[in-house]
Nanobody, 126 residues
């Protein structure tokens, strides 16, 4: 069973918005941080954002800074990625991942994360 489930992807026009959600698929998952990654065909996987469970501090890649916002709803055990001013270059499969080992790797290093979701497709096109 995939520990995390993403939702909220879809087709949107340039300049539009989407909100992605990431939640445990079963029982609650204890984690140090949740990261969002994206992978577009022909490109390397890119770590774009991360939020820490302890204090809610967040990080963003330069490619999304100012347009994307990561947040968490503790009561719903859900992490969100609000994506505004979407561009065709944002088209990719988006994945969330959970860090459960506090290993200190960089937020955009996939090796930091243990559990991954199955991904949700975001397509930005007119």
């Amino acid at each position: 069973q995939v520990p995390l489930v993403e939702s909220g992807g879809g087709l949107v026009q340039p300049g539009g918005s989407l909100r992605l959600s990431c939640a445990p698929s079963g029982s609650s998952l204890l984690y140090y941080a949740i990261g969002w990654f994206r992978h577009a065909p022909g490109k390397e996987r890119e770590g774009i954002s991360c939020i820490h469970s302890r204090d809610g501090s967040s990080y963003y890649a330069d490619s999304v800074k100012g347009r994307f916002t990561i947040s968490r709803d503790v009561a719903r055990d859900t992490v969100y990625l609000q994506m505004n001013s979407l561009e065709p270059e944002d088209t990719a499969a988006y994945y969330c991942a959970a860090e459960v080992s506090n290993n200190g790797a960089a937020y955009n290093n996939a090796l930091r994360y243990t559990y991954w979701g199955q991904g949700t497709q975001v397509t930005v096109s007119s």
